[in-house]
């Protein structure tokens, strides 16, 4: 725990640098029926010992997903995370540093974040990419403004098939700017009705966003759609799992404008849900267009390498009505992760990890086809997650494996009733083991994990 030094003559100093005589004094503006009137109704004081000793007793009781057989998925996965990312963010260098406002003074800063740019450009195969966006669902919020401005129109096509957390976000944003969200509905395979899509690009639309794969882990025909969108006049948003990139095609290769993520997979902890981290790639005509910042490398008078930011069009920085976004929070710390994991794994790494993902995810779909009472409805176009029906006992089952310490996937029913109720999204990432995935089968088989 956190030792606070001040004595009673510090506290008495600064109280009469701000000009009162007592606490009760300080306090006396905020109304009295807030103010609590004696003494709070408190245990007894503990010794730091007992106390120390009571929290660990308290924490013991907690059960951390990492600790589970985790099969959650949906944007925020459990995957294993190299030492080399603690041991460079654990860096005072890094860890105390913040915006890097002085470049001559901020290099080792803005390298980081430099490199971290190229990966993300390299690994969505996009002209560019930026920094310090807060996290996937406001990063795909930004592009949807960004797209909105690019385009003047104030009306956007997403998935049916997307998490309703990065939904809410998207209405929350568009609800200031007036922007029209409609829903493109899923066919039988999971996937964007390609047909509806085509009828509701009918009318001016400003961009249609892709996510690939989609919130049921389906794998889209991005060539097709891409070409049905720009044909329309309209942007690509591709909203992307940085780790699906090492196997499946990059958004730079079906030509989408604007590519968008959520980059927790890449080196950080689920921290129950945050801090997070957002990504942004896009082409190079649009890079003035872009929030958060960009790092670029120049050189100096004496011709020697240097890092600077550029391009910062934001509103502390020129005319508030001229600002791309309000983002101003370096989300530094977090970019330095991505790019300490995905230097560290290198692209044999990063593939392999993507690799078993896969065919992890693809044992345990086989093994649940043979199971009666299990349902797969979308077939085996997925990367690392898909949908599965119990009808009739998903309570049932996921309590059981709840007891058997496995979280057995999100549950659909109530915000995708077009799934027929009793299906949940079940993901396999790369520490998930045979036995896990044996006693995962066991557990919905009815057989208690034996």
């Given amino acids: 725990m956190s030792y606070i030094q001040n004595t009673d003559r510090d506290r008495q100093e600064m109280l009469d640098a701000i000009g009162v005589s007592s606490i009760d004094e300080l306090l006396a503006p905020v109304a009295p029926e807030l103010r609590v009137d004696g003494s709070l109704d408190l245990p007894s004081g503990m010794s730091e010992a007992e106390i120390s000793s009571h929290f660990r007793t308290m924490a013991a009781r907690n059960n951390p997903a990492s600790a589970e057989a985790s099969f959650l998925g949906g944007g925020i996965y459990d995957r294993f995370i190299p030492a080399t990312v603690r041991y460079v963010l654990s860096r005072s260098e890094f860890y105390t540093s913040y915006t890097p406002y002085q470049a001559e003074v901020s290099q080792g800063t803005l390298q980081s974040i430099y490199e971290y740019q190229t990966m993300i450009a390299r690994l969505t195969a996009m002209d560019a990419a930026n920094a310090s966006m807060y996290d996937g669902a406001t990063s795909l919020a930004e592009a949807m403004l960004m797209a909105c401005t690019i385009k003047r129109v104030d009306r956007i096509l997403v998935p049916g098939a997307m998490s309703g957390r990065v939904r809410r976000v998207l209405e929350s944003y568009a609800s200031g700017h007036s922007i029209s969200i409609e829903n493109i509905p899923w066919n039988s395979e999971g996937m964007l009705d390609l047909e509806k899509m085509s009828e509701m690009l009918a009318e001016k639309t400003a961009a249609v966003i892709l996510a690939q794969p989609n ?3 389906m794998i889209e025909d991005a060539e097709k759609i891409s070409a049905m969108v720009h044909e329309k006049g309209a942007l690509l948003v591709a909203l992307v799992d940085p780790v699906s990139l090492a196997l499946i095609t990059p958004p730079g290769e079906y030509d989408a404008d604007i590519v968008v993520g959520e980059g927790q997979s890449l080196g950080i902890a689920q921290n129950f849900g945050g801090p997070l981290l957002g990504f942004m790639a896009t082409k190079k005509k649009y890079i003035r267009k872009c929030p958060g910042r960009l790092i670029s490398a120049t050189k100096d008078i004496d011709g020697k390498r240097g890092y600077v930011m550029t391009l910062q069009t934001r509103e502390q920085h020129i005319r508030r009505e001229k600002a791309t976004s309000n983002i101003c929070t370096n989300e530094g710390l977090c970019a330095l992760s991505a ?23 693809h044992t345990l779909y086989n093994m649940l086809r043979e199971i009666d009472g299990v349902e797969l409805p979308f077939g085996e176009n997925f990367f690392q997650e898909f949908v599965v029906r119990v009808p009739g006992r998903l309570k049932e089952f996921m309590k059981a494996a709840r007891e058997q310490g496995i979280l057995a996937g999100i549950d659909l029913s109530e915000n995708y009733p077009g799934l027929g109720g009793d299906a949940i999204l079940v993901a396999v990432t790369e520490r998930r083991t045979r036995a896990e995935l044996e006693k995962y ?3 919905v088989a009815g057989k208690g994990g034996k």
């Fill in 215 to 217: 919130y049921f882990g």
């Fill in 339 to 361: 790019a300490v994991y995905l230097s560290t794994l290198g692209e044999e790494g990063f593939r392999g990890v993507a690799e078993q993902s896969a065919a992890g995810s």
């Fill in 441 to 443: 089968c066991s557990v």
